[in-house]
């Protein structure tokens, strides 16, 4: 196995980098953007997370899906979602 051309290929998928004769690090300037961004929002992520599973919570409800699965529970008369066997929320 030719590990040169391996890491070689690696760093072209990462980063650009396309010389295999010598070590050069090199990061793409998405890379920096990246980086800033999960380290400025890191608490701002839970909070959207809770946001949208409020968000998907609401419209299942509003639309009569079951609120674990997204099943559509319309002529159901078990109270019981047949997809995935959650109690159907009132």
């Known amino acids: 196995m030719n ?11 990462l980063g650009g980098w396309a010389m295999v ?16 961004v999960l380290g400025c929002f890191p608490p701002v992520i839970p909070e959207l997370v809770r946001d949208g599973r409020r968000h998907l919570a609401e419209f299942r409800r509003k639309h ?6 997204g ?15 959650t109690p159907a929320a009132p």
Not at 24 to 30: E, N, Q, Y
Not at 64 to 69: A, M, S, W
């Open 71 to 85: 099943y559509s529970l319309a002529g159901n008369v078990s109270g019981v979602c047949p997809e995935c066997g």
């Open 3 to 13: 590990w040169r051309r391996i890491v070689s290929w690696l760093w072209v998928f």
């Open 64 to 69: 009569g899906l079951c609120l674990h699965c």
């Open 21 to 36: 004769w010598y070590w050069r690090p090199h990061l793409p300037p998405w890379w920096a953007f990246l980086l800033l």
